[in-house]
């Protein structure tokens, strides 16, 4: 299915430098170091040996050491690689004391890193940054381990000097990094004073930046407090209103706050506005269902910078959504012009590659910069060729071309290796005839996760109950419970197709199975409940089977459709209408709307039984229940 969360991607995320990366990937912080780890243990880790990889530095230079040391360092060598890292760790954080040597209190931290022990490596920095307060090294490995251990009250103060210790040139960027930087800080509005606090200098007198206000601005936002992010970004839209992070921020506050959509188009009314912010602009309006606007700004950034493929991109998104399919079919294909895929369904590439320089979309808002993004040699965005062969399958199927909406997803998916995208594929394979061929292709897509086995057999299951092959259905669901025999999908599943089939009694051993895995599942007590009310049969246990279903889910429409069924039932006509009228307000569904359409021409309530029903089928003629009840109780509509 087509990712219509597309229009509200984030555009920025957060990218760390490569050693704070191998810090952040070596560090699970939950084993403390021993004197004996398990022999090989740290040469079996991976994410260790990427961080050697990536912090280690070489050990002082021989010529400088004197022998005692020269024996302690080869003792400390000894000990790590062999399985000691608590001795080896203590050794050089002594010698790293006593020399106020940088490179052995970075080989300190390393190896506390490497043995996953968290405090350690935290006392080590800790005693770095005392011994070297000017050293912004120390400083960096100091926040970053405070950040991965989740320590948030200790922050603020190495955040400050990290930022002074920092060249003024950077400092922008530095200030710009932290709310990404400290988004896997658990308390987010703790995270956003600290940030707050810690950028307090840049923002006042001579020292102000335009970056700590957008910083703040952002961490707010991060905490959902949108008051003070709003508060934030408007003093740094009065410093610098060009800048692209405060458009990139507004869009992101438009839906809270009026205000924050005139910084927006403010920015954007200036020739040099950056085309990303413009981007950001149209996809917040799509996601507020403003798709007439959004369809405007993106006609605007495609005149502008034509090659710009995320721009067309989003801009066929828009127009599928207003039911325009030639113009998103147009838009579509643009995309894969401008990306190189010469491809078309059932034909051999007609065109050479595009010789455009598509204009891409950064992926980061802290590198996102003043400057036109001109970039002569940008890659394509990830996932833009599949995702415009999938928009393109979707308008062919709408406009009824069937056969070219399949060729569309062989090309979103040649590998034929992605779930999703083959369930669409066999979804249309069985519209076409070709259920063998659906089947087929479902089977044949690899297992990469766990649950994949079942969900490929659910989908198989449902492609023949789809073509009224219930046996078939389920003989292969029979087939799978043999190799997932605890699989409580599985079994409801089943259970279903054994009531369509009559096979009552199965399909309460299977509904009861699935009520011992999952007893806090509400579907399979709906489930009995309601096929006991439907069979008119065991009503008070019916009623215990759903009273448990709506306590595990209160207010769930189609759990209080079966409960005013049973209702209905059991000769209480009157409270089944009310349950039933509270059930399709909630939930407009054409089975519910079947049901109170039949309570309200027996109750005697025919013209608004006809209005019910009428509107049901109107909007899906096919139903079967709908159609049965009309047949049954005779009602010319």
């Not at 789809?466 to 409580?488: C, G, I, M, T, Y």
């Amino acid at each position: 299915m087509l990712d219509l969360r597309f229009f509200n991607a984030p555009l920025t995320p957060f990218k760390f430098s490569r050693t704070t990366a191998a810090l952040l990937t070596a560090l699970s912080l939950s084993i403390p170091l021993a004197s004996q780890a398990a022999p090989g243990g740290l040469d079996k880790r991976k994410e260790a040996l990427a961080l050697k990889k990536d912090i280690a530095k070489p050990l002082p230079d021989s010529s400088a050491m004197d022998g005692e040391m020269f024996y302690q360092l080869m003792i400390a060598e000894i000990q790590a690689h062999s399985g000691d890292p608590g001795t080896a760790f203590q050794i050089y954080l002594e010698l790293a004391k006593r020399h106020r040597s940088s490179q052995l209190y970075q080989r300190a931290v390393a190896i506390a890193l490497q043995a996953r022990a968290g405090e350690q490596a935290l006392t080590a920095a800790k005693a770095w940054r005392q011994a070297l307060p000017q050293s912004r090294e120390a400083c960096e490995y100091l926040t970053q381990i405070l950040l991965a251990l989740d320590r948030t009250a200790d922050l603020t103060a190495p955040l400050r000097a990290l930022i002074q210790l920092t060249p003024s040139a950077q400092q922008g960027q530095v200030l710009l990094s932290l709310p990404r930087a400290m988004t896997r800080l658990t308390d987010k509005t703790a995270s956003a004073q600290v940030i707050e606090d810690a950028t307090e200098p840049w923002r006042e007198g001579q020292l102000e930046q335009v970056e700590a206000w957008i910083a703040t601005s952002e961490a707010w936002l991060l905490a959902k407090d949108t008051d003070k992010a709003m508060v934030a970004l408007q003093r740094a839209a009065t410093l610098k209103p060009d800048h692209t992070m405060v458009g990139l921020l507004a869009t992101d506050l438009m839906a809270s706050s009026p205000a924050a959509e005139k910084i927006v188009q403010q920015q954007l009314a200036s020739p040099a506005a950056a085309p990303l912010v413009r981007l950001s602009y149209a996809r917040r309006l799509a996601g507020l269902q403003r798709l007439p606007e959004s369809a405007n700004q993106l006609e605007v950034l495609t005149q502008s910078h034509p090659t710009h493929s995320s721009a067309w991109l989003t801009l066929g998104l828009v127009r599928y959504e207003l039911k325009q399919y030639d113009a998103a079919e147009k838009a579509s294909v643009k995309v894969l012009e401008l990306l190189g895929q010469t491809e078309r369904p059932g034909s051999k590439p007609i065109a050479q590659p595009s010789r455009g320089k598509p204009q891409t979309t950064p992926d980061n808002k802290a590198d996102a910069t003043d400057e036109a993004d001109d970039n002569p040699n940008p890659a394509a965005p990830k996932g833009e060729l599949e995702q415009a062969n999938l928009l393109l399958s979707q308008i062919t199927e709408k406009q009824g071309r069937l056969d070219q909406a399949i060729g569309w997803l062989q090309l979103a998916d040649p590998n034929q290796a992605k779930l999703a995208v083959q369930n669409q594929r066999a979804q249309l394979l069985a519209r076409t005839g070709k259920l063998d061929q659906a089947r087929a292709t479902i089977r044949a897509v690899p297992e990469v996760e766990p649950q994949d086995g079942v969900t490929k057999i659910q989908i198989e299951s449902q492609l023949l109950r789809d073509a009224n092959q219930l046996s078939e259905a389920q003989k292969v669901l029979s087939a799978a419970l043999e190799r997932f025999p605890e699989e409580s999908d599985l079994m409801y599943d089943l259970a279903m197709i054994s009531e369509k089939l009559k096979h009552f009694e199965r399909m309460e051993t299977l509904l009861r199975k699935v009520m011992e895995l999952n007893p806090e599942d509400p579907n399979a007590y709906n489930a009995l409940g309601y096929s006991l009310a439907e069979r008119n049969i065991r009503l008070p246990e019916a009623r215990v089977l759903l009273e448990k279903a709506l306590s595990l889910r209160p207010a769930d429409p189609f759990i209080t459709d079966s409960l005013a069924w049973l209702e209905y039932r059991s000769g209480r006509t009157d409270d089944a209408i009310k349950l039933l009228r509270q059930a399709l307000a909630a939930k407009p569904d054409p089975e519910i709307a079947a049901h109170l359409g039949e309570a309200l021409w027996t109750s005697g309530q025919q013209e608004e039984a006809r209005k019910v029903l009428k509107e049901a089928l109107n909007k899906d003629p096919g139903n079967d229940l709908l159609k049965s009840v009309v047949h049954r109780l005779r009602i010319g509509l």
